[in-house]
């Protein structure tokens, strides 16, 4: 499962768009590596204000790892959206426990930490 393609200001406005057309925004470098790495692309997937249906798709697909690009401020929204999604009672052994995340190197250190933009989550529950 491949979210996303770069982060910048021109790929949020592309990719706001690009379900209407039936594109599908990755970084196709990243995706001939992965084929020739013998590591298939499940799904790519791709928001830019409501993160719900990317959290259901996540869940649904059942990828276990998960390649996010995107700012620290989108990835707030979707780990949000799939903790919120997530009945309290299948908390303990959710399926997101079992994913493995490659962000952005360049989030800052306590990203996580950090309040804003709606986030109806504490950082304990994004962190989980």
């Known amino acids: 499962m491949?979210?996303?393609s770069t982060c910048s200001s021109v790929t949020e406005i592309t990719a706001s768009v690009?379900?209407?057309?039936?594109?599908?925004?990755?970084?196709e470098f990243m995706k001939q590596e992965l084929i020739?790495?013998?590591?298939?692309?499940?799904?790519?997937?791709?928001?830019?204000?409501?993160?719900?249906?990317c959290a259901d798709n996540l869940k649904?697909?059942?990828?276990?790892?998960?390649?996010?690009?995107?700012?620290?401020?989108?990835?707030?929204m979707l780990l949000c959206a799939i903790y919120n999604n997530t009945p309290e009672a299948e908390r303990p052994n959710a399926w997101y426990k079992k994913i493995v995340w490659l962000l952005p190197s360049m989030f800052f250190k306590h990203w996580?930490?950090?309040?804003?933009n709606g986030i109806s989550c504490t950082p304990?529950?994004?962190q989980e």
């Open 2 to 4: 491949v979210l996303g």
């Open 18 to 27: 690009a379900n209407l057309s039936g594109l599908q925004q990755l970084d």
């Open 36 to 53: 020739l790495a013998d590591i298939e692309v499940v799904s790519t997937q791709m928001f830019t204000t409501n993160p719900e249906i």
């Open 60 to 76: 649904k697909n059942d990828a276990r790892i998960i390649i996010g690009s995107m700012y620290e401020d989108k990835a707030k």
């Open 112 to 116: 996580m930490d950090v309040g804003g």
């Open 124 to 126: 304990d529950q994004i």
